[in-house]
């Protein structure tokens, strides 16, 4: 009998079934307990809905509900509290499979569960398992590459002000912003008063109502998904 369960961390991908990695199918076949994370906006997580189509069999499900908030007592309570749950099925003895949109390293939850876990359960084997990010799907869909040669690259997380994004842009080639759907109008505003960028907008990478423009400003009257993504590209000589 085994003392504890694995904890896996299994990236799925931006969303399209098809970038969800050979080793990650492998885990998810024979796992016991899937951990799914969610929203209270969601009606089925983002990651789980990847999951089925790929998966080849029925799981045990551990849904945890981690609020869209930006305070933080409020976030530390709910990793708390799934920390807990998580926990409770690995000293079972059960492998847990935390699956997140994306890659379990790059802005996801899968992270403050993984310090709770190392913390309080030092014993617990961790296993993470990447996946493809959005920060490379969404040029792949855009047929633009990132950087290239010396060109540096920043990924910049929805929780930035004006002042912060005018630094980064002159230090950087290309800047990739997360989750910009409700602040791109103030961005692309923003951006006007550059001459020398190029800007591409990605949003639901990877899934059938994929939308990849590289003129942004054609869909700020639009009702965009929290999965949306801009890419700002210094224009070449």
């Not at 550059?194 to 990877?206: E, H, I, P």
């Amino acid at each position: 009998m085994k003392l504890t369960g694995i904890f896996y961390g299994i990236g799925v991908g931006p969303g399209d079934p098809e970038l969800v990695t050979l080793k990650a199918q492998k885990i998810l076949s024979r796992v016991d307990i899937l951990c799914v994370p969610k929203s209270r906006m969601e009606k089925e997580s983002l990651a789980m809905s990847v999951v089925r189509a790929v998966a080849d069999r029925e799981h045990n499900l551990l849904e945890l509900e981690f609020p869209m908030s930006m305070d933080r007592e409020i976030l530390e309570q709910s990793w708390q509290n799934a920390g807990r749950q998580v926990a409770e099925k690995l000293m079972a003895g059960q492998d847990v499979a935390f699956i997140t949109i994306g890659d379990p390293t790059l802005y996801s939850t899968f992270g403050y569960l993984l310090r709770f876990i190392k913390l309080n359960y030092p014993q617990v084997p961790v296993e993470i398992v990447p996946g493809v990010s959005s920060i490379t799907a969404c040029p792949a869909a855009l047929l633009e590459p990132l950087v290239e040669g010396d060109e540096k690259l920043a990924v910049v997380p929805a929780a930035y002000n004006l002042d912060d994004l005018k630094n980064i842009i002159d230090l950087f080639d290309t800047v990739v912003l997360m989750k910009v759907n409700r602040r791109l109008p103030e961005i692309m505003q923003f951006l006007q008063q550059y001459d020398n960028l190029q800007t591409f907008f990605v949003s639901r990478c990877g899934y059938p109502d994929q939308l990849t423009t590289a003129k942004p400003e054609t869909v700020l009257a639009q009702n965009l998904h929290y999965m949306s993504l801009l890419v700002v590209k210094k224009s070449k000589p």
